[in-house]
């Protein structure tokens, strides 16, 4: 859901400036919904990451999404630490922000920690959603996330049963739905959305608003 949001706004800069890469190999659940700009990829194929990594840099004034399946965050920054990738970025002028997903284990704050560290200079963002639970409500999980190295965070409220399945619908775009005000649905339904999204707009900061590679 977060990197629909994330891809809907970047595709108000311009449609044609999007670029998503869908890791969920070979279904590419994010790539259903931006179909003319998504390509899916099978990371653990070489020439997948070659690919992946050679593209953004090479091509710097596209907006990227990567959207990273959990078992591939790891390999995905070993990679992105190996080869300094923070540092070609900076010279080529993309700005990079991670969005890191956790969970209410202790397991997911560690990996946090570990992808903030492999992810350099980047941006890292820990993202905690409200329809999981939350981490900080564990005195261990609140000690350990409060160490990570982090330049913000987002809390993505609980949406109702009726609102997931009105954004399930493939044919649904969050800036759409923006750009129309929210015509046509239910008046509960398009106040709960238009409460959603503007709680994570309001958490992102303006010099992250617009980067060209948000991971």
């Known amino acids: 859901m977060l990197a629909r949001i994330l891809a809907d706004a970047l595709s108000l800069a311009g449609e044609e400036r999007l670029r998503i890469f ?111 639970g939350n981490i900080l409500a564990i005195p261990e999980g609140a000690r350990r996330y409060e160490a990570i190295r982090k330049n913000r965070e987002i809390m993505l409220p609980r949406l109702s049963v009726d609102a997931l399945n009105l954004i399930d619908d493939p044919q649904f775009s969050f800036s759409g739905f923006v750009a129309r005000n929210g015509e046509g649905y239910p008046l509960e339904l398009k106040i709960e959305l238009f409460q959603f999204l503007e709680t994570i707009y309001n958490q992102r900061r303006v010099d992250e608003a617009g980067g060209p590679v948000t991971l």
């Open 22 to 132: 869908d890791t969920d190999f070979p279904d590419g659940g994010l790539a259903g919904y931006f179909p003319a700009s998504s390509r899916i990829v099978d990371f653990t194929r070489t020439g997948d990451r070659v690919l992946v990594f050679d593209t953004m840099v090479d091509e710097p004034d596209h907006d990227y999404v990567v959207d990273l399946q959990a078992n591939l965050l790891k390999p995905f920054f070993k990679v992105y630490s190996d080869i300094a990738f923070d540092e070609g970025a900076a010279a080529a002028g993309i700005a990079v922000s991670v969005y890191f997903m956790l969970d209410r284990t202790l397991t997911s704050v560690n990996a946090a920690a570990e992808i903030s560290r492999l992810a350099g200079s980047a941006s890292f963002v820990p993202v905690r959603n409200e329809a999981i």
